[in-house]
């Protein structure tokens, strides 16, 4: 059975004889909200920081310890930047003063470097001759799809052309029996028999007794 019909708790809370009930006992329920929560005390478990944990923790020695790592580490980082510092000053080489540019010695080595420049040379010359000849190929490919682009396109209109030809049969002459399709509906009996009638004009009087309408309507149902 629904309770839609009850009052809410609050206001059920009001005198003694509220909706003609008298009431002759102490009411024992209790709002849900009234009732205790929590009926426990929560103490903390192991890895919460319990009392046998802090016994045997040192926390001064702990705190000693982590202030110490912290300023060891702050000093170490004032190093640093001071190091950075200097090499940025100094132009990165790290010795105070730039290096000095030292002039490459002439000596044997030179003919190794002609030969190397003129395997050099050859292999551009190479390279050039071989993108000239992918350039050539590429525009011989580009002229020829071109050319077959163009040679369908004037087969498609030229088909274009002779369908139309042939499906007008004012302009292909061969077929002398043609005749336009007659309709359906050509033959039937009934075919514009009304065609000769003459129209019924419509009329406006600006009285109701003598007006069309009140005449068909007494041809109708009163006669």
Known sequence: MTTAHRPTWAPAMGHEEQGGMRIFAASTAH???DQAGQTKMKFRKIGQGAKGELK??????ELEMKEAKHLRDKFDFEEEKQEDLKLLESGG??????????PKAIDADESDDEEESDSDDDDSDDEAE???ELERIKKERAEEEARKA????SKAEQEKEEELRRGNPLLHGTDASFGVKRRWDDDVVFKNQARGEPKAQRRFINDTIRSDFHR????????
Do not use: H
């Not at 080489?93 to 030292?102: A, E, F, N, S, T």
């Not at 163009?150 to 396109?153: F, K, N, R, S, T």
């Not at 309507?217 to 009163?222: A, D, G, Q, S, V």
């Open 150 to 153: 163009a040679e369908e396109a």
């Open 31 to 33: 709002s849900a909200k």
């Open 130 to 132: 071989l993108l000239a």
């Open 216 to 223: 068909r309507f007494l041809n109708r149902y009163i006669k």
């Open 93 to 102: 080489d790290g010795g105070g003063r730039p290096k000095m540019l030292v």
């Open 56 to 61: 045997d923790r040192d926390l001064k020695a």
